[in-house]
């Protein structure tokens, strides 16, 4: 079993639809991290949390550290928001750098 | 401000050449890691580095692989005599020396490496 488990692993959703993307982790963290990863490869870093909530813009995560358990929601989806989407961890105890990645979330949003 | 520079975009190798990856991180930025992803799979962590140091290399292979961070120019991420499961996209992310930000990393755009 990964260390840390997305899902769904692929996501389709017409324009202006609310989308929620989770992640499950089984390990002692320090922080979660969720990253955009564009179809051209590049990877923007969204948001680093560790505990409640936080927004930018359309985009909103959420953590549950007694769960084990986050959150990203995009809310009016716009195709230009089609991209894959990764939950990551620092692991409690380990070095800052070393994140354990999910496997994504393939998100398509249809015009 | 540019943000982190990894050169080249796109490297071919035939097997049993040197690979060379660079990585030049954000102005005033002292740390860099570096991540692996090969086809179809999610990203890896190879390396943490700071300024002539290496942090930790827990998620670098054994043998023939390679990182350095001098006090002066770009990270390299070094592989000897590639072979054909080294084709993958290597990315490098860098974070600041301090303060909350020094977890937030920021990425470059990744070097795919093609080995013939």
């Known amino acids: 079993k990964n260390e840390v488990e997305q899902s769904p692993q692929n996501l389709t959703a017409q324009e202006g639809e609310f989308i929620t993307i989770n992640c499950s982790y089984s390990?002692?963290?320090?922080?979660l991290h969720w990253l955009q990863q564009h179809p051209g490869g590049g990877i923007v870093s969204l948001f680093m949390l560790s505990s409640g909530k936080k927004k930018h813009g359309r985009l909103i995560a959420t953590i549950n550290i007694q769960e084990k358990h986050s959150s990203l929601h995009i809310t009016a989806s716009h195709p230009r928001d089609s991209a894959v989407y990764i939950c990551a961890v620092t692991n409690y105890g380990g070095s800052q750098g070393n994140l354990i990645f999910g496997k994504g979330t393939k998100l398509s949003v249809k015009p | 401000n540019a943000g982190v520079m990894q050169n080249p975009r796109h490297l071919v190798r035939r097997r049993g050449q040197e690979a060379r990856l660079r990585c030049s991180p954000m102005k005033g930025h002292s740390h860099v890691y570096w991540y692996r992803q090969l086809p179809e799979e999610g990203l890896k962590f190879m390396v943490y580095l700071q300024k002539e140091n290496i942090i930790d290399e827990s998620g670098m292979p054994k043998e023939r692989f390679s990182a350095e961070f001098p006090k002066e120019g770009p990270s390299i991420l070094r592989i000897q005599q590639v072979v054909r499961g080294d084709s993958a996209a290597y990315f490098c992310?860098?974070?600041?020396?301090?303060?909350?930000?020094?977890?937030?990393?920021?990425f470059g755009a990744g070097t795919r490496l093609s080995v013939l």
């Open positions: 992310a860098s974070s600041p020396p301090s303060g909350y930000s020094k977890n937030i990393q920021y």
């Open positions: 390990v002692g963290i320090s922080a």
